[in-house]
């Protein structure tokens, strides 16, 4: 999920055409048609291209086919008739996105996010200085509203320079469709992108689906805290899982 900046896609003809740009270009539209790159022919390649030129991943410069995505653009996708875009959260998206992260920390044992939902009173936090700085938040929307989100942070610590720490939460409604994944996989490519070299999250050991998620996308479990919380009167263990980009 975080090994590269390689983005997914929908259909398998929009990646083998991304792919292909990606990995010989800069090429020629005509190269393009030449390279019987899809087995339905280059009528088929031609309106993937101009999908993908559409969407951001691929541009045409002075005449040459080149690849053009970057973790922070948006991305397009659809799942279960639902079209979904994935993008770098934006002021206009402050309301939206402080919304969502209450609805899923009501709804959950969700102890960072509580931290997050502080964080998001200050509008500044979405104004960055450069685009790898830190908070860095990134949205899924649906009609233009926000439904998900993925929050990455370092810690201003010189030991810690390398390790970016990650939160995310989703509306109930749009679980189990990959948004989430979708998400992840956004945010461990910016953190690969900018040289961090591992992305880690802290769970309660009461939040199984939060880890079972990221143990489902390929994070690993580091270690345990016993009794790090105090949830409802009891104790609570944390769980500490990270990913190796």
Same mark, same amino acid.
């Given at each position: 999920? &975080?090994?590269?900046?390689?983005?997914?896609?929908?259909?398998?003809?929009?990646?083998?055409?991304?792919?292909f740009i990606r990995n010989r270009g800069p090429i020629s539209p005509a190269q393009l048609r030449g390279a019987e790159v899809l087995p339905m022919g280059p009528g088929r390649s031609w309106q993937i291209l101009a999908i993908l030129k559409r969407d951001g991943y691929v541009t045409e410069v002075e005449g040459m086919l080149r690849d053009?995505?970057?973790?922070?653009?948006?991305?397009?996708?659809?799942?279960?008739?639902?079209?979904?875009?994935?993008?770098?959260? @934006?002021?206009?998206?402050?309301?939206?996105?402080?919304?969502?992260?209450?609805?899923?920390?009501?709804?959950?044992?969700?102890?960072?996010?509580?931290?997050?939902?502080?964080?998001?009173?200050?509008?500044?936090?979405?104004?960055?200085?450069?685009?790898?700085?830190?908070?860095?938040?990134?949205?899924?929307?649906?009609?233009?509203?926000?439904?998900?989100?993925?929050?990455?942070?370092? @810690?201003?610590?010189?030991?810690?320079?390398?390790?970016?720490?990650?939160?995310?939460?989703?509306?109930?409604?749009?679980?189990?469709?990959?948004?989430?994944?979708?998400?992840?996989?956004?945010? &461990?490519?910016?953190?690969?992108?900018?040289?961090?070299?591992?992305?880690?999250?802290?769970?309660?050991?009461?939040?199984?689906?939060?880890?079972?998620?990221? @143990?489902?996308?390929?994070?690993?479990?580091?270690?345990?805290?016993?009794?790090?919380?105090?949830?409802?009167?009891?104790?609570?263990?944390?769980?500490?899982?990270?990913?190796?980009?």
């Amino acid at each position: 999920m &975080c090994a590269d900046q390689m983005p997914e896609f929908d259909t398998k003809d929009r990646e083998r055409v991304y792919k292909f740009i990606r990995n010989r270009g800069p090429i020629s539209p005509a190269q393009l048609r030449g390279a019987e790159v899809l087995p339905m022919g280059p009528g088929r390649s031609w309106q993937i291209l101009a999908i993908l030129k559409r969407d951001g991943y691929v541009t045409e410069v002075e005449g040459m086919l080149r690849d053009d995505y970057q973790p922070g653009e948006s991305e397009r996708l659809r799942v279960e008739d639902v079209d979904v875009r994935v993008r770098e959260a @934006r002021l206009d998206d402050l309301s939206g996105l402080a919304g969502v992260v209450r609805q899923v920390i009501e709804g959950e044992t969700y102890i960072v996010g509580e931290t997050i939902r502080d964080q998001l009173a200050d509008a500044d936090t979405l104004l960055h200085g450069d685009s790898a700085s830190t908070p860095m938040y990134f949205v899924a929307l649906v009609d233009g509203e926000v439904i998900g989100w993925v929050h990455l942070e370092g @810690r201003a610590v010189e030991k810690l320079d390398g390790v970016v720490y990650l939160t995310m939460g989703l509306l109930d409604e749009y679980r189990g469709l990959g948004i989430g994944s979708r998400l992840m996989q956004r945010a &461990c490519a910016w953190a690969n992108h900018y040289g961090y070299r591992k992305v880690s999250s802290n769970v309660p050991a009461t939040n199984g689906s939060a880890i079972d998620f990221l @143990r489902t996308n390929g994070w690993e479990q580091e270690a345990t805290r016993p009794n790090h919380y105090e949830i409802d009167g009891d104790t609570v263990d944390e769980v500490l899982l990270s990913y190796r980009p």
